[in-house]
Nanobody, 120 residues
Framework: VQLQASGGGLVQAGGSLRLSCAAS????????MGWYRQAPGKQRDMVAV???????IYGASVKGRFTIFRDNAENTVSLQMNSLGPEDTAVYYC???????????????WGQGTLVTVSS
């Protein structure tokens, strides 16, 4: 599976961004898709994950601000990010995997990452 992420950039605190990720290759609507992020000097963390049936889970720091959704017909997953703060600055990675194991930050196929920078 190949993943191509887009939508990162620079935004002021309080602003919004939408990330998108297109999957190609051996994809399946049963695959779990999600977003993870890694800030400088920190470990990779789960941001939001969605199952093929639409079940979702969010990291505690983004719950209520971020929304993940997918389009199975287009093999895409998107992340709407609102009320962004400097603490959200990170490289965001798109991910897909066979199994529901969202806390695992290693497993699956990964996109190239897209940088989100939030200025204060």
């Amino acid at each position: 599976v190949q993943l191509q992420a887009s939508g990162g950039g620079l935004v002021q605190a309080g602003g919004s961004l939408r990330l998108s990720c297109a999957a190609s290759g051996s994809t399946s609507t049963n695959y779990v898709m999600g977003w993870y992020r890694q800030a400088p000097g920190k470990q990779r963390d789960m941001v939001a994950v969605i199952s093929g049936r639409g079940a979702t889970i969010y990291g505690a720091s983004v719950k209520g601000r971020f929304t993940i959704f997918r389009d199975n017909a287009e093999n895409t997953v998107s992340l709407q990010m609102n009320s962004l703060g400097p603490e959200d600055t990170a490289v965001y990675y798109c991910n897909t995997r066979y199994v529901w194991d969202p806390r695992n930050v290693v497993y699956g196929s990964w996109g190239q990452g897209t940088l989100v920078t939030v200025s204060s």
